[in-house]
């Protein structure tokens, strides 16, 4: 049996052929290595956690905003001391 794909027969045994070649390159190149730029990108000596605080800028909008932040930095800061110590 065959199909007929723009105007041309292409047999079942090519179409398997090349689906099952598809699907081995697809998995090749999504599971190979990245880039030797990005590990060392990312490898700038700064944690992820000072990243995310410098990419996030917390502004209020008002003073009791404010002082919620304020609360929120303070408890933030808090729950790292007592992780440190623990690990």
């Given amino acids: 049996m065959s199909y007929v794909i723009f105007g041309r027969a292409i047999k079942n045994e090519y179409l398997t052929l090349a689906t099952l070649f598809s699907v081995g390159a697809i998995g090749y190149a999504a599971t190979s290595g990245g880039s030797k730029k990005a590990a060392s990108a990312s ?36 729950a790292e001391k007592q992780d440190s110590g623990k690990h």
Avoid: R
């Fill in 43 to 78: 490898s700038s000596g700064k944690t992820l956690v000072e990243k995310v605080k410098e990419a996030v800028p917390i502004n209020a909008g008002s003073s009791e905003e404010e002082q919620l932040m304020d609360s929120i930095k303070n408890y933030i800061a808090e």
